[in-house]
């Protein structure tokens, strides 16, 4: 290969940072910042790197194999596809449809052909049991954007670059590099709503890198958002306060949301969060005086038994104070391609159940939280074969030791990865597809999610491996496949994402091309976030419902649970995860750039707690839950609320049978051992990561 240089979007988080590649005789040989790139600016993350990492990785698996008593062997992909497809339809022969079921993970999202194409194969399997990483992570934003707007990803994004007051709840977007609010350089971004005059609010029980960088912060007990938020809308009715600008015009169920929230005074509900009424009346009054201003809430509200409520709440709070849909507040976007705007308005919400507990489905999956158990509970539509594609639910998914034991019982496993990871070493067969530099790619998902309208398409850098399958290729044939009354591909066509990309930018509102992306390698910057309600709006009568009635009823699980504790006899804790910028995820630890350094897998604790355990700094603890025991070394900080500790998500690589050399050697352990699959938001089945109560022992 000749040396070049090559623009391409990052997709290894959401801020979708624009990349310049250095490439010499083949090989790379720099990643910097694409300073031409409108949406990034020249901004890069440390993760970057790993795109050449993973590209390199020896681990990473480029043809199928199959496990077999003598390990795992090399397989042909007309063999793969034949027996994949022969014991799928054996399977639900014998059993049921519901038999045979699927987990997508969190990189499916990130990559254009599994994005456009994996629903393809799911639809062909014509089963209920369909599972994926939104139901431990986001679903209560999607919930309550179809509740309050009519569409569950019409999710307001912070007009970042415009405010001048900004809450951040639960969220620490200088680690995550964003989320449900695709930014890049955020740190940068934050810095200027200081620098002209604003305020950076953040409210979390640790004292997250964000926070350390903010105006100020607020400790908060694990789970107890949902009063806050109704505390602050309390005093907004209470103080007069409430304006809701334009909104009025299309806006039902003030007052309803008015009477819910008068007896959640601050007085009444500060014990319960641990903030002062003082500071929750500082905090409102802060920000209704401030020009403009946003309320963001992300995982850690999310994640929680009230999450649902919670995400209600705070897009309530944008309304009520006029900051939706204006600039420097609570904005929409208008992507290039609008996936949206061919929604539909049916029910998307507890048209079935699961099996074992009940828990509703959304948007066509089940909670991810019955995933174990329904593998487990002998009886009709038992999940026999699973498929997953992109995901680790092991280390990713609550009690990933239950998890560990279904996964051993089931009759047939496919994985289409490229690792042979915690959860993919229990497969029969292993499909991996071309990635990173070896595929073309655009944001569908991010650009609808981002802090300015761009669109940007990247060219693959290399070719795929000889033999080997992009992604779209074989989601199609499995799909084809699927829906033959043979095993055979005779007649198959594969049809490359890059021909529904075009037709959706030309139809999109821009009636933009892939010729003209292809002409404008850097992106196409389509301007800031515009006002757009009520058009945008996809409720029935084109208006805000600020009072969902599913929600309203929640009100009354809430209300029961003010004054109790999380906490059980024996287990003094809350425990809370956290993530750090390079190594965020579980799929990025087996980058040597990314994992090098000190330690990141420690349980962080108060001094104040160390000092009443008589825990010494740098000492290992042992922590219990109701579903297991772990061991790890401590970090005592006062960056910790008293009472809570907090472990890093993704680690854990020491279970047998897993092939990632450099993550092996950074261990550690994983905190979905100790999260509970029974302690859930009860509405939609959402995990409730951050309500988890142990017990911390010295060992």
């Not at 639900?92 to 629903?119: C, D, E, F, R």
């Not at 507040?329 to 996936?339: H, I, N, R």
């Not at 998500?649 to 051992?673: E, T």
Request: glycine share 6%; proline share 5%.
């Amino acid at each position: 290969m000749e040396n070049l240089t090559h623009f391409r979007t990052c997709n290894l988080c959401e801020a979708m940072c624009g990349l310049e590649i250095k490439v010499e005789n083949g090989v790379v040989i720099k990643i910097e910042g694409d300073k031409n790139d409108p949406f990034s600016r020249g901004h890069i993350c440390p993760k970057a790197v790993a795109l050449k990492d993973i590209y390199e990785d020896p681990n990473r698996l480029k043809l199928p194999v199959k496990r077999t008593e003598n390990g795992w062997q090399q397989i042909s992909w007309e063999a793969a596809f034949e027996e994949v497809v022969s014991k799928i339809k054996e399977i639900q022969s014998k059993n049921s449809k519901n038999a045979v079921a699927m987990y997508q993970g969190n990189p499916s999202i990130h990559n254009l052909g599994t994005t456009m194409n994996s629903p393809l194969f799911a639809k062909s399997l014509h089963t209920k049991s369909l599972f994926s990483a939104t139901s431990a992570d986001q679903l209560p934003h999607h919930f309550a954007a179809w509740q309050m707007f009519g569409h569950p990803m019409l999710m307001p994004i912070p007009d970042i670059d415009f405010t001048d007051y900004m809450l951040i709840i639960g969220g620490n977007p200088i680690a995550s590099n964003g989320s449900i609010m695709s930014v890049p350089d955020v740190a940068n971004r934050l810095k200027a709503i200081q620098k002209r005059g604003g305020k950076v609010v953040v409210i979390d029980p640790r004292l997250t890198e964000t926070a350390a960088k903010a105006d100020q912060h607020f400790f908060i007990r694990p789970g107890t958002d949902a009063f806050l938020l109704l505390a602050i809308i309390q005093t907004l009715f209470a103080e007069n306060l409430v304006n809701l600008s334009r909104l009025s015009d299309f806006t039902d169920g003030v007052e309803l949301l008015k009477t819910i929230s008068s007896e959640f005074t601050p007085e009444k509900i500060e014990k319960q969060t641990g903030i002062s009424a003082e500071n929750i009346r500082q905090l409102t009054h802060d920000f209704v005086n401030a020009k403009t201003a946003v309320c963001y809430g992300r995982v850690g509200v999310s994640v929680q038994t009230f999450g649902s409520i919670a995400q209600w709440l705070i897009n309530a709070i944008n309304v009520l104070t006029g900051n939706l849909d204006r600039t420097g507040g609570a904005m929409f976007t208008a992507p290039a391609v609008d996936f949206l705007a061919r929604a539909k308005t049916d029910n998307r919400f507890n048209r079935w159940q699961s099996r074992v507990r009940g828990l509703p489905e959304f948007l066509g999956e089940l909670p991810v939280a019955t995933l174990a158990e329904e593998i487990l509970t002998e009886g009709e539509n038992q999940i026999k074969c699973l498929i997953t594609s992109c995901g680790n639910p092991i280390l990713s998914t609550p009690n990933g030791g239950q998890l560990d034991k279904a996964f051993e019982t089931l009759e047939y496993m496919v994985a289409i990865d490229i690792y042979i990871n915690e959860s993919t070493k229990y497969a029969n067969i292993i499909l991996p597809p071309a990635t990173g530099l070896e595929v073309p790619h655009y944001d569908m998902t991010f650009h609808v999610l981002a802090v300015r309208n761009t669109a940007k398409f990247s060219e693959a850098l290399f070719p795929k491996t000889e033999g080997a399958k992009y992604d779209w290729e074989i989601y199609q044939e499995l799909a084809y496949r699927m829906n033959q009354p043979n095993l055979s591909n005779e007649g198959f066509v594969s049809e490359a994402p890059e021909i529904k990309l075009d037709l959706g930018l030309q139809f999109g509102p821009y009636g933009l091309s892939l010729q003209k992306l292809r002409e404008n390698p850097h992106g196409i910057d389509l301007g800031a976030l515009k006002s757009c309600l009520p058009n945008r709006l996809f409720t029935s009568e084109k208006r805000i419902n600020l009072a969902p009635e599913i929600l309203v009823k929640d009100i009354e699980r809430l209300r029961k649970s003010l004054n109790m504790s999380d906490l059980q006899n024996g287990f003094e804790f809350l425990l809370i995860g956290r993530r750090h910028l390079r190594d965020n995820n579980s799929w990025m630890h087996n980058s040597e750039r990314l994992v090098k350094g000190r330690n990141r897998c420690t349980l962080m604790i108060h001094s104040e707690d160390a000092k009443k355990l008589s825990l010494e700094a740098n000492s290992s603890v042992k922590v219990t839950s109701r579903v297991g025991t772990i061991e790890l070394p401590i970090e005592i900080t006062d960056h910790m609320m008293q009472g809570v500790v907090s472990m890093p998500h993704g680690y854990g690589h020491a279970r047998k049978g897993v092939q990632l050399d450099i993550a092996i050697q950074h261990a550690g352990v994983s905190i979905n051992d100790l999260t509970d699959e029974l302690v859930l938001d009860e509405l939609t089945g959402n995990a409730a990561f951050n309500n988890v109560a142990v017990k911390v022992e010295r060992i």
